[in-house]
């Protein structure tokens, strides 16, 4: 039923990936690997655009070593991420509470009032499933501390994509390396907006304990306008 409040949980676990020291099949290779003259220049990062450009006024980027740039960059766009769902969510949720069967249709009000509304047996089912992708994800990322070198351990591994954890179920990503760059960077650009969209939402819904559609209807007076109204075909129960 709400989107908004699940969604914006996984925040709290997205940044939690190098806390999962959990590496499955060994690689044979994963041993020999070595790092030498590794040098990432923020410059070079997909995310900078004009008329602004690199904007790090408490330069963060400018102190940071290639490996802890690697883990800026990667918790920077799994946030925006998460804040892009979320915000979706905030819109998506409160519109059509209580005309949607998930939850039996119970979850009602704004964002924030409706996690404790949500049964327990979704909140483990979520867990487990956001156990596994950070597991899947910090595999890719960060090398195996069971294989490689001492001097490897807790290292994030320069071949690795940020953000690409191989879900593309519909054969987005572009082949050419400019194309993929603008791609990311518009990604980078959405989730920045995101993550102060969905933090302005928390906070107004703080405020006044109103929901940010009813909000928006409010504040725009659309209340007062006649609307068709609709109701959603019933659907089986879901087991949550």
């Known amino acids: 039923?709400?989107?908004?409040?699940?969604?914006?949980?996984?925040g709290l676990l997205a940044p939690s990936a190098n806390a999962f020291?959990?590496?499955?099949?060994?690689?044979?290779?994963?041993?020999?690997?070595?790092?030498?003259?590794d040098a990432l220049a923020v410059e070079d990062l997909p995310g900078i655009v004009p008329p602004v450009g690199l904007f790090?006024?408490?330069g963060l980027a400018e102190r940071a070593t290639s490996n802890l740039l690697r883990k800026y960059r990667e918790a920077e766009l799994t946030h925006g991420r998460i804040a892009m769902l979320a915000s979706l969510g905030f819109f998506a949720g409160e519109a059509v509470q209580?005309?949607?069967?998930?939850?039996?249709?119970?979850?009602?009000g704004a964002g924030i009032t409706q996690l404790g509304q949500v049964p327990a047996g979704f909140w483990i089912t979520f867990t487990v499933v956001?156990?596994?992708?950070?597991?899947?994800?910090?595999?890719?990322?960060?090398?195996?501390?069971?294989?490689?070198?001492?001097e490897l351990k807790n290292k994030y591994n320069p071949e690795y994509t940020f953000g690409d954890i191989g879900f593309d179920p519909f054969g987005l990503k572009p082949e050419d390396p400019e194309e993929l760059k603008l791609m990311q960077t518009k990604e980078l650009q959405n989730g920045r907006l995101a993550m102060l969209a969905s933090s302005g939402f928390l906070a107004q819904e703080l405020v006044n304990?109103?929901?940010?559609?009813?909000?928006?209807?409010?504040?725009?007076?659309?209340?007062?306008l006649s609307l068709p109204s609709f109701e959603l075909p019933s659907l089986p129960s879901l087991p949550f």
């Open 1 to 10: 039923m709400k989107y908004s409040a699940t969604v914006s949980l996984l």
């Open 130 to 150: 956001a156990f596994a992708i950070e597991t899947f994800r910090v595999q890719k990322m960060v090398y195996d501390p069971t294989t490689c070198p001492p």
């Open 21 to 37: 020291n959990v590496f499955g099949k060994k690689s044979s290779t994963a041993g020999t690997v070595a790092v030498k003259g």
């Open 98 to 108: 209580g005309a949607t069967p998930l939850f039996e249709g119970k979850v009602s």
């Open 56 to 58: 790090d006024p408490l």
């Open 209 to 224: 304990k109103k929901g940010i559609v009813e909000n928006i209807v409010v504040g725009l007076k659309l209340d007062e």
